[in-house]
């Protein structure tokens, strides 16, 4: 097979920074540069170069080590919105009790504000959909300190029982995606679970305005 076909070939087909990385070893013994590799070999696991056809590897995210969140085969469409207004019942409260919860079961409640949940800073990405759930991908804001996170939930698209709370749950951990900087200065830098709550926590001991 010539060279153009199989790169136009790749073009469509899922490929790692692995790859990358090996097609570029590739490119150094291709042009007799010292590649570091004296037996290069253009496949090698799951390592391929973008010069060899891709068409009999299964390409997917999972053996391709690339963590689900990260993977736009999850992703059904970056446009696509899913419609909150008909599941909204209790998502603020969901994710709010879900940081208040963080903060006070690793010690923390004591030094750090309760955090609060404002529906009109949410946003979604839809991630994997079968014909009874959602996996969701939300970005939403919560005071004090004008703080953004991150988490995925998954959403039941099932009728559910009138008093049933929500058809929400959570999948996974909260990340803070934005900067908090000096608001978390009253918790301790000791151990890897103060490092991390530094990212949930605004010390009581500050205002909003500072």
């Given at each position: 097979?010539?060279l153009k076909?199989?790169?136009?070939?790749?073009?469509h087909?899922?490929?790692?920074?692995f790859?990358?990385?090996?097609?570029?070893?590739h490119?150094?013994t291709?042009?007799?540069?010292?590649s570091?590799?004296d037996d290069?070999q253009?496949?090698?696991?799951?390592?391929?170069?973008l010069?060899?056809?891709?068409?009999?590897?299964?390409g997917t995210?999972?053996?391709?080590?690339?963590?689900?969140?990260?993977c736009?085969c999850?992703?059904?469409?970056k446009?696509?919105?899913?419609?909150?207004?008909?599941?909204?019942k209790?998502?603020?409260?969901?994710?709010?009790?879900?940081l208040?919860?963080?903060?006070e079961?690793?010690?923390?409640k004591?030094?750090?504000?309760?955090w609060r949940?404002?529906?009109a800073g949410?946003?979604?990405?839809?991630?994997?959909?079968t014909?009874?759930?959602?996996?969701?991908?939300?970005?939403?804001?919560?005071?004090?300190?004008?703080?953004?996170?991150?988490?995925?939930?998954?959403v039941?698209l099932?009728p559910i029982?009138?008093?049933?709370?929500?058809?929400?749950?959570?999948?996974?951990?909260?990340?803070?995606?934005s900067?908090?900087?000096?608001?978390?200065?009253?918790?301790p830098?000791v151990?890897?679970v103060?490092?991390?709550?530094?990212?949930?926590?605004?010390?009581?001991?500050?205002?909003?305005?500072?």
């Amino acid at each position: 097979m010539r060279l153009k076909e199989v790169m136009e070939g790749n073009r469509h087909r899922l490929v790692s920074a692995f790859d990358l990385h090996h097609t570029l070893l590739h490119l150094l013994t291709l042009t007799r540069r010292k590649s570091g590799i004296d037996d290069f070999q253009p496949v090698m696991g799951h390592r391929r170069s973008l010069f060899v056809s891709t068409a009999d590897r299964n390409g997917t995210c999972e053996n391709l080590n690339i963590e689900s969140d990260a993977c736009v085969c999850n992703t059904l469409s970056k446009t696509e919105v899913f419609p909150f207004h008909l599941y909204m019942k209790n998502i603020d409260e969901i994710l709010e009790k879900a940081l208040n919860d963080l903060v006070e079961s690793n010690g923390y409640k004591d030094k750090c504000q309760d955090w609060r949940v404002h529906l009109a800073g949410i946003s979604n990405r839809v991630f994997r959909k079968t014909k009874s759930s959602l996996e969701i991908l939300i970005r939403f804001r919560a005071e004090p300190g004008d703080a953004h996170f991150e988490v995925k939930l998954g959403v039941s698209l099932q009728p559910i029982p009138k008093e049933s709370v929500s058809r929400w749950k959570i999948l996974g951990d909260i990340f803070r995606i934005s900067t908090y900087g000096q608001q978390s200065a009253c918790l301790p830098s000791v151990t890897d679970v103060d490092k991390r709550m530094k990212e949930f926590c605004y010390c009581k001991n500050q205002t909003d305005t500072e």
